[in-house]
């Protein structure tokens, strides 16, 4: 069981706007800064918002992140079939001084 | 470009002990902590824990303590993660991953994981 919890999946279709939650606690995503990857089948995972809403040269304003208290959220404008992967947010922990996970959400593109 | 390059595939039995290793290029391999993550088929990923390139310090997931040891070359600018004991719940990817510097117990309050290696298959079978 993961740390974070996110929605084992979402869906949309071209062109749509899908937004992706993220929930922890006070020591994990209420105190630091939360970060979101994506995953393609098959391939490591690259940074896609760092700093709870910082986008890394070359990702797409289509992406953005935001944190409100002990929740964030992924949002991804004009959906593409190419979007479709796996998200998962991560946190630092001050309770357990450890990298904590969400369990990934499957992204679809009908 | 900044890249971390990781060994390739391994297949153990119970008992056995596996060492991955990642090198780095791109950028100096001691200005950045290399942390490992890894990811078990359907599961969520797992933080295992970091280590300073330039001092030798480590720090470790207490699920792994005693189990696990991270170590670096710097003249090769490469780090390895050296885990013993290995069981069947061992089989997963193993990913390296480059961070900013962790401060005392503290990896944050804000930093984050970039680049990823591409990932070793660890797979534990009798």
């Known amino acids: 069981q993961s740390v974070l919890t996110q929605p084992p999946s979402a869906s949309g279709t071209p062109g749509q706007r899908v937004t992706i939650s993220c929930s922890g606690g006070t020591s994990n995503i209420g105190t630091n800064t939360v970060n979101w990857y994506q995953q393609l089948p098959g391939t490591a995972p690259k940074l896609l918002i760092h700093?709870?809403?910082q986008r890394p040269s070359g990702v797409p304003d289509r992406f953005s992140g935001s944190k409100s208290g002990t929740s964030a959220s992924l949002a991804i404008s004009g959906l593409q079939s190419e979007d479709e992967a796996n998200f998962f947010c991560?946190?630092?922990?001050?309770?357990?001084?450890?990298?904590?996970f969400g369990g990934g959400t499957k992204l679809t593109v009908l | 470009q900044v890249q971390l390059v990781q060994s390739g595939a391994e297949v153990k039995k119970p008992g056995a002990s596996v060492k991955v290793s990642c090198e780095a290029s791109?950028?100096?391999?001691?200005?950045?902590?290399i942390n490992w993550v890894r990811q078990a088929a359907g599961q969520g990923h797992e933080w295992m824990g970091w280590?300073?390139?330039?001092?030798?310090?480590?720090a470790y997931a207490q699920k792994f303590q005693g189990r696990v040891t991270m170590t670096r070359d710097t003249s090769r600018s490469t780090a390895y993660m050296e885990l013993r004991s290995l069981t069947s719940e061992d089989t997963a990817v193993y990913f390296c991953?480059?961070?900013?510097?962790?401060?005392?117990?503290?990896?944050?309050?804000?930093?984050?994981?970039?680049?990823w290696g591409q990932g070793t298959l660890v797979t534990v079978s009798s």
């Open positions: 791109g950028y100096t391999f001691t200005s950045y902590d």
């Open positions: 991953v480059r961070a900013d510097h962790c401060i005392g117990p503290s990896c944050s309050p804000d930093n984050w994981f970039d680049p």
């Open positions: 991560a946190a630092w922990d001050d309770s357990v001084n450890a990298w904590v």
């Open positions: 280590m300073n390139p330039s001092s030798g310090n480590t």
């Open positions: 700093s709870d809403n």
